[in-house]
């Protein structure tokens, strides 16, 4: 097989396990619908004031479509990767001819495929409250996907290393992200926010992505593309990369 | 070869021909498992030669990796894909990979072939290990304890399956702490304690051990006697030639030579004498 086919067939089978795996298809798909849901219904009618002013419902639609991104692609891969580099399966795919990349490749297209499912899935629920999809930010909305679904994996994937055990892995991924999450604005209007939370948010990439996603989704002045916030979050994707390349083990920490 | 601060192994002098099984037999720590990994390529060592199908493991690259297979000493499958999408999922990373349906014949899960792997019982996974392995169609196959723990039927089957290897034409490099399992599937044993070879040989060479101590039993005045000794026909001489001088029958008389159970617990703890040679867990 090519290189290229191998990734395809890698990513086949990594699918079938995604899918079949009642934890990943809950917190990764059902978890971001079940939480927009929640909100759409608690807040409707109200107004957000951001971006001059938008329906509550309007503002979660991107909220949680950055939440699903990042769960697909950093939360997913972190903890799968770790389960399998603990179950020994990474050190027994090492013993053959596959590249090691290509297995990264097949969980990274995974990861990618998932978080595009979870953009029109929460697209089209997010339109039966009323927001409407903004089919000419089409470009800038999936550019805003790639660059930050890419980082994410990145993140997942160096932090694969400070992993030690598959029980350590949702305590320390949940620990990161669901501060995170509150503090940029997620979960609570921006508007709700104090400066400061915001202002200590910038120093994570969580808050720079649903910007950039707020700017691409929401058509209410400015550009549709956040150069500025999309540039943080590539920067924090190549340290990830770096880390990653860097300290990323195939061989389980325990046994 | 050493690994971290330890030296783990020293001296090791091996050499497998080419379609025979050979057990690479010691206890727990003797550092079976540090020079099998060197060898799969996944340790580096400090010092030493070490040749492979004509290749230095540390850098061999993916041509080798087609003729070897490798079962480790533990290990889980990804839960939710079966026995047939787990093997195809192998199969595909190889150039000439066996049929997937022929895999799971040669290691007896016809019936499981559709379930998935989280569900199948220690020894079923256990073959479907030694199958992931299989399925490159390699020359060489590794099987590092593939029966630890298992209960005495699912060692049988799991035998039956590493014997059929041999009959393939495939070189098994097995390692395992039971000496049963060394005579019984192996045709050339190396035994390894604290890390040095302490004897090598066929099982019936091993068990027929010189060094051994035969052991002459017989009852003398209603008490048994019990007599050790490396020169049985000097002793068992004078023994008879006592008893029939005087009179008196050596009652139940019995001379046992050594087992290989009898070398390997001698062999083994002998080497585990000198303290200061200790290896690391395996």
């Given at each position: 097989?090519?290189?290229?086919a191998?990734v395809?067939?890698q990513?086949?089978?990594?699918q079938k396990?995604?899918?079949?795996n009642?934890?990943?298809?809950?917190?990764?798909?059902?978890f971001?619908?079940?939480?927009f849901?929640?909100?759409a219904?608690?807040?409707?009618g109200?107004?957000?004031?951001?971006?001059?002013?938008?329906e509550?419902?309007?503002?979660?639609?991107?909220?949680i479509m950055s939440?699903?991104?990042?769960?697909?692609?950093?939360?997913t891969?972190?903890m799968?990767l770790?389960?399998?580099r603990e179950?020994g399966?990474?050190?027994?795919g090492?013993?053959?001819?596959m590249p090691p990349?290509?297995?990264?490749?097949?969980?990274?297209g995974?990861?990618i495929v998932?978080?595009l499912?979870?953009?029109?899935?929460l697209?089209a629920?997010?339109?039966?409250?009323?927001a409407?999809v903004?089919?000419?930010r089409?470009p800038?909305?999936?550019?805003?996907?790639?660059i930050?679904?890419?980082?994410f994996?990145?993140?997942?994937i160096?932090?694969?290393?400070?992993i030690?055990?598959q029980?350590?892995a949702?305590?320390?991924?949940?620990?990161m992200?669901?501060?995170?999450?509150f503090l940029?604005?997620?979960?609570?209007?921006e508007?709700?926010l104090?400066?400061?939370v915001?202002?200590?948010a910038?120093?994570?990439?969580v808050?720079?992505?649903f910007d950039?996603?707020?700017?691409?989704?929401v058509?209410?002045?400015?550009?549709?593309?956040?150069?500025?916030n999309?540039a943080?979050?590539?920067?924090?994707?190549?340290?990830?990369l770096?880390?990653?390349?860097r300290y990323?083990?195939w061989?389980?920490?325990?046994g | 070869?050493s690994?971290?601060?330890?030296?783990?192994v020293?001296?090791?002098?091996?050499?497998?021909?080419?379609?025979?099984?050979?057990?690479?037999?010691?206890?727990?720590?003797?550092?079976k498992?540090t020079?099998v990994?060197?060898?799969?390529?996944y340790?580096?060592?400090?010092?030493?030669e070490?040749s492979v199908?004509?290749?230095?493991?540390?850098r061999?690259g993916?041509?080798?990796?087609?003729?070897?297979?490798?079962v480790?000493?533990?290990g889980?499958?990804?839960?939710?894909?079966?026995?047939?999408e787990s093997?195809?999922?192998y199969?595909?990373?190889?150039?000439?990979?066996?049929a997937t349906?022929?895999?799971?014949?040669?290691?007896?899960l016809?019936?499981?072939?559709d379930?998935?792997?989280?569900?199948?019982?220690?020894?079923?996974q256990r073959r479907?290990?030694?199958?992931m392995?299989?399925?490159?169609?390699?020359e060489l196959?590794?099987l590092d304890e593939?029966?630890?723990?298992?209960d005495?039927s699912a060692?049988?089957?799991?035998?039956d399956?590493?014997a059929?290897?041999?009959?393939?034409?495939?070189?098994?490099?097995?390692?395992?702490?039971y000496?049963?399992?060394?005579?019984?599937?192996a045709?050339?044993?190396?035994?390894?304690?604290?890390?040095?070879?302490?004897a090598?040989g066929?099982?019936?060479?091993l068990?027929d051990?010189?060094?051994?101590?035969?052991?002459?039993?017989y009852r003398?005045?209603?008490?048994?006697?019990?007599?050790?000794?490396r020169?049985?026909?000097e002793?068992?001489h004078?023994?008879?030639?006592k008893a029939?001088?005087?009179?008196?029958?050596?009652e139940?008389?019995?001379?046992?030579?050594?087992?290989?159970?009898?070398?390997?617990?001698?062999?083994?703890?002998?080497?585990?004498q000198?303290p200061?040679?200790?290896?690391?867990?395996?």
């Amino acid at each position: 097989m090519s290189a290229l086919a191998l990734v395809g067939h890698q990513f086949r089978y990594d699918q079938k396990a995604f899918w079949r795996n009642p934890a990943s298809v809950f917190f990764t798909v059902m978890f971001p619908v079940i939480l927009f849901l929640i909100l759409a219904v608690v807040f409707s009618g109200e107004k957000v004031d951001v971006r001059g002013g938008i329906e509550a419902t309007t503002y979660y639609v991107p909220a949680i479509m950055s939440l699903a991104i990042i769960s697909a692609t950093m939360q997913t891969l972190a903890m799968t990767l770790v389960i399998a580099r603990e179950d020994g399966r990474l050190k027994r795919g090492r013993g053959t001819p596959m590249p090691p990349w290509v297995f990264i490749a097949g969980r990274v297209g995974n990861s990618i495929v998932v978080a595009l499912m979870m953009l029109v899935l929460l697209a089209a629920i997010g339109a039966l409250f009323g927001a409407d999809v903004p089919w000419d930010r089409l470009p800038a909305i999936l550019l805003t996907l790639v660059i930050g679904a890419a980082s994410f994996c990145c993140l997942g994937i160096a932090l694969t290393a400070a992993i030690p055990s598959q029980d350590a892995a949702a305590a320390i991924v949940n620990a990161m992200l669901l501060p995170l999450y509150f503090l940029s604005g997620v979960f609570i209007p921006e508007d709700q926010l104090p400066d400061g939370v915001i202002a200590f948010a910038d120093l994570f990439p969580v808050r720079h992505f649903f910007d950039a996603f707020m700017d691409a989704y929401v058509p209410a002045g400015g550009p549709a593309v956040s150069w500025d916030n999309l540039a943080i979050v590539a920067l924090w994707g190549v340290a990830g990369l770096l880390l990653a390349i860097r300290y990323f083990r195939w061989t389980p920490r325990s046994g | 070869m050493s690994y971290g601060a330890t030296e783990a192994v020293r001296g090791i002098d091996l050499d497998v021909q080419r379609g025979e099984v050979f057990a690479f037999l010691g206890p727990n720590g003797a550092g079976k498992t540090t020079t099998v990994e060197i060898l799969e390529g996944y340790r580096r060592r400090s010092g030493g030669e070490v040749s492979v199908l004509g290749e230095d493991p540390e850098r061999a690259g993916r041509a080798w990796r087609e003729r070897i297979g490798i079962v480790l000493q533990s290990g889980r499958l990804d839960p939710y894909l079966t026995v047939r999408e787990s093997l195809d999922l192998y199969a595909g990373y190889f150039r000439n990979p066996l049929a997937t349906a022929d895999v799971i014949g040669l290691i007896g899960l016809e019936g499981k072939a559709d379930e998935r792997t989280g569900r199948l019982s220690g020894g079923q996974q256990r073959r479907l290990d030694v199958g992931m392995a299989l399925v490159g169609d390699p020359e060489l196959l590794f099987l590092d304890e593939p029966t630890t723990g298992f209960d005495p039927s699912a060692r049988r089957q799991a035998w039956d399956v590493i014997a059929g290897l041999r009959d393939l034409g495939k070189t098994v490099f097995l390692t395992t702490h039971y000496m049963d399992e060394a005579q019984r599937l192996a045709d050339r044993v190396t035994i390894i304690a604290a890390g040095r070879i302490v004897a090598r040989g066929t099982p019936e060479d091993l068990g027929d051990r010189e060094s051994g101590e035969t052991t002459i039993r017989y009852r003398a005045n209603g008490r048994e006697v019990v007599v050790q000794t490396r020169t049985p026909v000097e002793t068992l001489h004078e023994l008879t030639a006592k008893a029939l001088a005087g009179g008196e029958p050596l009652e139940g008389l019995e001379v046992t030579r050594p087992s290989l159970e009898d070398v390997y617990l001698e062999l083994t703890a002998e080497a585990a004498q000198p303290p200061a040679e200790g290896g690391v867990p395996s």
